[in-house]
């Protein structure tokens, strides 16, 4: 497969105001992006970042404010990145919160799990080729907590490992040929962002968050930089075969790692199918 470009291209990200997002939002302009629009629930923020990138890119940037655990907020920030930018090519699903505690947790899935999905299937609706559309590209941004297991965060952890198998079984064969469009799921590893600042508060449990907030700073958990997280995705969005499944960990370079999910998934048909 020859790289795809970037160029021309108009980018949507979710949780793109701060973090990882504003991370990707900020590659992908220093790479020739056509537009990018930044989606975020956090308004002053997600202002200044959409400043920062049109003093830098020449007003190729818009900010939305976008709760994407709300419906209406995604309904209402799609169609004004489509009046505003007429198109929308990529999208990345970025939006995402690490909390299990009691009083968080259900919010928390919404954004993780609903907000993702509900954004795939209005990506899917408005990109595919065998209804009108372009074709184009979704990333899902799982985690690494989808191939572990993390005992603190089992919410959390559950709601990444339903995103990167809503993503794989989305794009079973015939979804590409059919669509046109190349969904993509990122396993990122711990990553320098607030996302990991107070860990102890993030546990579905208090006494088990400070047991793990303890170990990860005595194992000494290489956080890695966002710019490596940022380069990875850049590398996927030019190279991933439709439906693969990368891994960013540890300021390596990109993994794909979709043999190693199929073999897996091999397995467990073995004993499933007669
Ligand atoms: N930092 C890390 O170690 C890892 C991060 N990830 C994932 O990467 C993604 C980005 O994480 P980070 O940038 O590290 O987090 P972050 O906490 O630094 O940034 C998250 C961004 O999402 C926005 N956001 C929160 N709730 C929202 C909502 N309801 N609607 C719209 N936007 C909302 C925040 O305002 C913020 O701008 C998340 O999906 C996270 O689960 C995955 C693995 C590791
Ligand atoms: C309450 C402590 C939670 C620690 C979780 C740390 C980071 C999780 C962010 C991710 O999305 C995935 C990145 C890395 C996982 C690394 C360690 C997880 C250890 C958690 C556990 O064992 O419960």
Redesign the pocket.
């Known amino acids: 497969m020859s790289q795809l470009e970037v160029k021309d291209k108009t980018f949507l990200i979710t949780g793109g105001a701060s973090g990882l997002g504003a991370e990707y939002a900020q590659t992908f302009l220093n790479e020739g992006a056509k537009n990018v629009a930044v989606l975020d629930i956090a308004e002053e923020l997600g202002k200044a970042t959409a400043e920062r990138l049109n003093k830098a890119h020449g007003d190729k940037a818009m900010f939305i404010k976008c709760d994407v655990s709300k419906e209406e907020d995604i309904t209402s920030a799609f169609d004004s990145v489509l009046a505003q930018f007429k198109q929308i090519d990529v999208i990345i699903n970025n939006a995402g919160v690490?909390v299990d505690a009691p009083d968080m947790w259900r919010t928390a899935s919404d954004v993780n799990w609903q907000g993702l999905v509900s954004l795939t299937l209005k990506g899917v609706k408005y990109m595919r080729k065998d209804e009108g559309g372009l074709g184009g590209t979704i990333i899902n941004i799982a985690?690494?907590?989808a191939l572990?297991k993390?005992?603190?965060?089992p919410i959390?952890s559950g709601s990444?490992m339903a995103v990167l198998h809503f993503s794989q079984c989305l794009a079973v064969d015939p979804f590409y040929e059919t669509t046109g469009i190349r969904v993509l799921t990122l396993c990122?590893?711990?990553t320098d962002t607030p996302?990991?600042h107070n860990?102890?508060a993030?546990?579905y449990e208090p006494k088990i968050?400070k047991v793990?907030?303890d170990?990860?700073v005595a194992s000494g958990?290489l956080f890695q930089k966002p710019s490596s997280a940022a380069a990875v995705v850049l590398h996927m969005y030019k190279n991933g075969p439709p439906g693969s499944i990368w891994l960013s960990n540890e300021n390596k370079p990109a993994e794909n790692i979709t043999p190693v999910i199929d073999r897996a998934f091999k397995d467990f048909e073995k004993l499933l199918l007669p």
Do not use: D
């Not at 993390?150 to 965060?153: E, I, K, L, N, T």
């Open positions: 690490m985690s690494t907590v572990t993390s005992p603190s965060v959390y990444k990122l590893g711990p996302l990991l860990l102890e993030r546990a968050g793990v907030a170990m990860v958990i």
